[in-house]
């Protein structure tokens, strides 16, 4: 199994035979992978749920710092929230999230959007 650009890159960076070692992964028997046998549930239960404990103190945070007109924070803020989004499984509030971080980047405060954000988070 070819494990990618970044992987490859990074081993070709890197020293020692762990860095050469092939990495688990590709299909299993069952239909999964061998990577879901790396996760370990109770870890990604806990992980979910500090996403959403969070959640409202992120969305608060965009919506704060949007109404205060600090471009930057916004960015830094929904950078922060789409990258969590996306990881937990979230790629509309990712996607919601990037937009509001590019248009902060160009001085846009798009109230609507962290409107519409808040919709979707159900805030």
């Known amino acids: 199994m ?14 020692g035979p762990a860095a050469q070692a092939e990495l688990p992964g590709g299909p299993r028997d069952d239909g999964g992978t061998v990577d879901d046998d790396l996760v370990d549930p109770a870890l990604m239960a806990r ?3 500090l996403y959403a404990d969070a959640l409202p ?13 600090d471009t930057s924070a916004v960015a830094s ?3 922060t929230l789409a990258g969590t989004s996306g ?3 979230h790629p509309e509030v990712a ?10 980047r160009r ?11 808040q919709e979707l988070a159900g805030t």
């Open 2 to 15: 070819a494990d990618g650009p970044l992987l490859d890159f990074l081993r070709g960076r890197t020293t």
């Open 47 to 49: 992980l979910e749920g």
């Open 57 to 69: 103190h992120r969305l608060s945070a965009i919506d704060r710092h949007t109404r205060a007109g």
């Open 77 to 79: 803020a929904a950078t």
């Open 87 to 89: 990881q937990f499984g």
């Open 95 to 104: 996607s919601l999230c990037r937009a509001i971080a590019a248009d902060a």
């Open 107 to 117: 001085g846009v405060l798009a109230h609507s959007r962290v409107e519409r954000l």
